[in-house]
């Protein structure tokens, strides 16, 4: 019985991209990068079928560590680009291989019907909730769920439970993607024009990927030179 759930799990579509990195200023001297993560998919482990959030490189770091202690060592996971020291925010190679590297290790991670059913996967790819945010929703110490993390993604924040509830109501969900294109909010709309015009054909991912990240290259290589 389980053979068969895996099989079937594995039979479904989950399509992710890494792309469009952006440096972001904490301060004057302090600076990072962080990455759009699009996912697509027709998998029923995912709550929302569309999603687009933006991560940085030391979130994937917790997200590993996590989904490592979660399983108890049961699955080898895959490894991340390396952490290094002399990374540059103005290096458009590095940024670029450093970006096909995170992409690599999510296609992998997914690829397990067991992570598939980590909280803090789904946290990670499809709510904006920091690190200590998903922390405590995985284990319960939030007043929302998980699933109402992921639904809330994209909205402006948290409030009460009751003022949640109604946010959550008038929201896209799995079932009323296409109700989206009709809704006022360019918050609903955006993502998934953009993500469905980049999942047309899983097969074409990693062209799009080498294409996007050539062109994220240019334009970083050109900022850089006018800096």
Wanted: with cysteine.
């Amino acid at each position: 019985m389980r053979e068969e759930t895996d099989k079937a799990v594995n039979q479904q579509v989950i399509s992710v991209w890494v792309r469009d990195p952006r440096i972001r200023k904490n301060d004057f001297w302090h600076a990072y990068i962080d990455y759009e993560i699009c996912l697509h998919t027709t998998s029923v482990c995912f709550t929302k079928k569309i999603s687009s959030v933006r991560r940085r490189y030391s979130e994937f770091v917790w997200l590993r560590q996590k989904l490592q202690a979660n399983t108890l060592l049961l699955v080898q996971l895959p490894e991340l680009p390396p952490k290094n020291p002399f990374f540059s925010l103005n290096n458009a190679q590095q940024i670029t291989e450093r970006m096909k590297g995170l992409q690599k290790f999510l296609e992998q991670t997914l690829q397990s019907p067991l992570l598939l059913s980590d909280s803090c996967l789904h946290l990670f790819l499809q709510s904006q909730l920091s690190i200590s945010k998903m922390e405590a929703c995985a284990t319960g110490r939030t007043h929302y769920s998980v699933a109402q993390a992921v639904q809330r993604c994209g909205l402006r924040r948290f409030h009460s439970e009751e003022d949640l509830q109604k946010d959550l109501s008038m929201s896209c969900d799995s079932d009323s993607d296409s109700s989206c294109l009709y809704h006022s909010s360019s918050e609903c709309q955006d993502p998934e024009l953009r993500i469905k015009d980049l999942a047309i054909n899983k097969s074409k991912s990693t062209a799009l990927l080498d294409l996007m990240g050539t062109r994220q290259e240019a334009t970083l290589s050109s900022s850089c030179g006018s800096t």
